[in-house]
């Protein structure tokens, strides 16, 4: 809670009803921006690859790049604004540990696919490449991983709707 | 033309870029943990540090100050030594002192306890002494208490008694006017003989002279020359009063008038001296009277309460004219008195006053109370005492 506190600031904090939206915001701005960092490193390597004719190399990252912002998308178009948790006064502690747990696996999964991304623009400049399809595969699988995460978490925002209850 | 790649020469692999990812993640976590807590531990330090500098400052601030109390404090132990040291000496001399002034208490006490031990031996003796004196002064004191009691009761009892031998100067008139009345009638009466020479004379032949405290009678013979051939010198003496009463016997203040008689000396002249006293004579002048030894003069003594003469019966010439100068018995006096008050019963009067009677009849008071006593033994009358309302002792008639 406090780690993503540090990494959410300023206003992350379910507890209170007025703040619950903002905190929701505040998480989808910093998944958003951080994918877009990892866009714009996978972007580069792309041209680095349509530059020295490996024309392999970029329709796989660009598979990955089309991923991302299609996630990013859903990312910010979100809206909850249904949701119990943001509507009822009293929500249970189970709820609100559930959301803070659904944002914890998220920025795991983000910080790993940010740093990921970093390493291949890093083995890129050093000229090792012979596995970089291999590599952009396994980082498109952990976007995946984490749209998968945020699609989890939407679901359990939006119980409510269907017949279930956060509190 | 085949154009040489760049960068994607594919010069080796980048391996699991994804488990690379998690523990270039996990290693950066560790550090920052690492970071974190070695953060935590300078600030610790710091905190530390910065205790110590204070600590060091305030040691130091201290040190100073300490320095400072220091000195004070081993100057103000210098002295307190000095000031202990001064007092444990005083203390000594004090506890000498002390011990000085118990071991003088100690024999004043001595001398106290000896002093109270011989106060009190002389104070039992004293007080048996004193009681002893008491014991006395209580039996004398009882005995002066039953004295008292016996006079009291005496004078409580003869009030009247002792009033009958006290006299009025209007008694003494009465006894002096009577007795010399009664001298006048006896000489007026009776023939007398000069026993010296055995010139006798009649009554007719005195010469009389009554003066305020004498009666001088002579009889004379001679023309060219008057000489006394009996002469009589009778002088009433009356003590001095006290408190305008008179009760005291008549003493040796008459000593000089009797020497001055007996000195003059006629051997034809027989002269005869009588001293008058309402209330009696001393012993000690009867006693005289009755041994004067003259050849030509005699004296009497005349004892007007006790109707008595005193004189020397030894000498034939002086015993001859006693019978002259005794007084009137009490008993004719009384006896008169009361026939005088049965001849005013007769005429009418039913109560006498005692004052009122002695006054009207020129008799002492002893006089009349002794006829109302007669009359009252003989049931004639009833005596109201001044007790019982009366102004003075009445005799009333039933």
């Known amino acids: 809670m406090e780690k993503l506190k540090e990494k959410i600031i300023p206003g992350y904090d379910y507890r209170v009803k007025k703040n619950r939206l903002n905190s929701d915001r505040a998480v989808r701005d910093k998944l958003s921006r951080e994918l877009k960092k990892s866009y714009n490193t996978l972007k580069e390597v792309s041209d680095l690859a349509y530059k020295d004719g490996r024309r392999d190399v970029v329709e796989h990252i660009k598979d990955i790049l089309n991923t991302i912002d299609l996630f990013r998308n859903e990312i910010e178009n979100a809206t909850y604004g249904l949701s119990p948790l943001f509507k009822q006064d009293k929500v249970s502690d189970e709820a609100l540990d559930r959301m803070v747990e659904f944002d914890k696996n998220l920025f795991d999964e983000l910080e790993v696919i940010t740093k990921a991304t970093d390493l291949v623009y890093d083995y890129v400049l050093k000229g090792e490449t012979s596995d970089i399809i291999l590599q952009i595969r396994k980082v498109k699988r952990s976007v995946d991983s984490l749209r998968n995460i945020f699609s989890d978490r939407a679901d359990f925002l939006i119980k409510k709707t269907d017949g279930g209850g956060v509190t | 033309m085949n154009k040489e790649a760049m960068l994607f020469r594919d010069e080796g692999e980048m ?300 000498n034939k010439k002086t015993k001859l004219f006693a019978e002259w100068f005794v007084p009137v018995s009490m008993e004719e006096e009384i006896t008169d008195m009361i026939a005088k008050l049965e001849e005013e019963i007769e005429g009418g009067v039913l109560q006498f006053r005692a004052d009122k009677v002695a006054s009207k009849y020129q008799v002492p008071r002893k006089i009349v109370m002794s006829a109302f006593r007669e009359m009252v033994e003989e049931e004639k009358g009833e005596i109201i005492s001044p007790e019982e309302g009366a102004k003075d002792i009445l005799l009333v008639v039933r």
């Open chain 2, 15 to 314: 391996g699991d870029v994804l488990s690379e990812a998690k523990r270039l993640l996990e290693e950066t976590r560790a550090l920052e943990e690492n970071i974190q807590s070695q953060r935590e531990s300078i600030d610790e330090y710091r905190e530390h540090v910065e205790d110590a500098r204070c600590l060091q400052a305030i040691k130091e601030l201290i040190g100073e100050e300490v320095e400072d109390i220091k000195d004070v404090v081993a100057g103000m132990v210098n002295e307190w030594n000095e000031k202990k040291n001064q007092l444990e000496k005083e203390e000594e001399e004090i506890a000498m002192q002390q011990q000085a002034i118990l071991e003088r208490e100690q024999k004043i006490e001595n001398r106290t306890n000896e002093f109270e031990t011989e106060q009190r031996e002389r104070m039992n003796k004293e007080l048996q002494n004193i009681s002893q004196l008491s014991a006395n002064v209580e039996e004398q004191l009882a005995g002066i208490e039953k004295t008292k009691n016996a006079v009291d009761n005496i004078l409580t009892e003869d009030t009247e008694a002792i009033r009958d031998r006290l006299l009025s100067k209007e008694d003494v008139e009465f006894l002096r006017l009577n007795y010399f009345s009664l001298m006048q009638s006896r000489l007026a009466s009776k023939r007398v003989v000069n026993p010296l020479t055995g010139e006798e004379y009649g009554g007719e032949d005195w010469k009389i002279d009554v003066e305020k405290e004498e009666l001088i009678a002579k009889i004379t013979k001679g023309v060219i020359r008057e000489r006394i051939s009996v002469g009589f010198e009778i002088k009433f003496i009356v003590p001095e009063d006290e408190e305008g009463f008179v009760y005291r016997k008549t003493g040796k203040e008459i000593s000089d008038v009797i020497t001055g008689f007996i000195q003059t000396n006629d051997k034809n002249s027989f002269n005869a001296l009588t001293l008058v006293s309402p209330t009696g004579w001393s012993e000690w002048v009867i006693d005289k009277v009755k041994n004067i030894r003259n050849m030509n003069n005699s004296v009497y003594l005349v004892d007007l309460s006790e109707r008595e003469v005193f004189f020397n019966d030894g």
